[in-house]
């Protein structure tokens, strides 16, 4: 199909793609570099810690000890604990749709996911809190939201549906990200789609190892959202 090229045309395009696709591999790696790194960072801005503390509250001291929304629900209240779920699902969804497009003029979808994965990473393990953050479910959300809506849709009705049930936000979780890579499986998601949820929701899994441990003492809480903090 390409005869009419001829071989001194071949030998050159060969020699300038050797010459390139080192400088063009480089220039791949140091974009991933930037944008796991921007995710990592959007991920650990620590929002329930800051909206606690501009009520003059240490959330890390109070309720669970945990950062995340479900503990600011519970100390501060449905209004502070709504900001809290929605900036954390926010920078999830930010960091699969802003960052790739600010660092690479052409995204891949494995960038995306490299973003969702660091963003999680970071709000998990955030460097502002001696790398003690929160279990990455509202995170999560935004990043799938992003990546999968259908996904999450499967996910978040499931979600709904056991908490409404049991009132335990720990079950909720843990089922949800269970069923998670079964969601997007069912969804007709990519492998590699497949296999990051997988992640996911290892992660989610691992972040609640506490509340495993309440829930087969029988010690864990059922939600009951309080307003203990005044304006």
């Not at 995340?68 to 449905?78: D, E, I, P």
């Not at 999450?152 to 949800?176: E, K, N, P, Q």
């Not at 269970?178 to 997988?198: A, Q, R, Y």
């Amino acid at each position: 199909m390409l005869s009419f090229i001829s071989p001194d045309c071949w030998d050159r395009v060969v020699l300038e793609f050797d010459q390139v696709s080192p400088y063009v591999l480089n220039v791949i790696e140091w974009v991933n570099f930037l944008i796991a790194v921007g995710a990592y960072l959007l991920g650990s801005i620590p929002s329930g810690f800051l909206v606690a503390r501009a009520r003059g509250v240490d959330i890390t001291k109070v309720g669970s000890g945990n950062i995340g929304a479900t503990n600011a629900f519970r100390v501060l209240g449905k209004t502070a604990g709504t900001l809290v779920l929605l900036a954390d699902a926010l920078k999830g969804f930010l960091a699969v749709r802003v960052l790739p497009e600010l660092f690479a003029t052409a995204p891949l979808e494995s960038q995306g996911m490299l973003a969702g994965l660091c963003v999680i990473l970071g709000h998990n393990y955030t460097c502002w809190l001696k790398f003690k953050g929160g279990k990455g479910i509202a995170t999560s959300a935004g990043v799938l939201l992003a990546l999968t809506p259908l996904g999450l849709a499967w996910a978040l009705g499931t979600w709904i549906l056991v908490f409404l049930i049991t009132r335990y936000v720990s079950v909720a979780s843990l089922v949800a990200a269970l069923i998670l890579p079964f969601s997007v499986w069912f969804c007709g998601g990519t492998n590699g789609m497949i296999v990051l949820t997988s992640v996911f929701s290892a992660l989610a899994i691992y972040k609640h190892q506490a509340n495993i441990q309440r829930l087969l003492n029988g010690t864990e809480s059922r939600f009951i959202s309080k307003k203990k903090i005044p304006h």
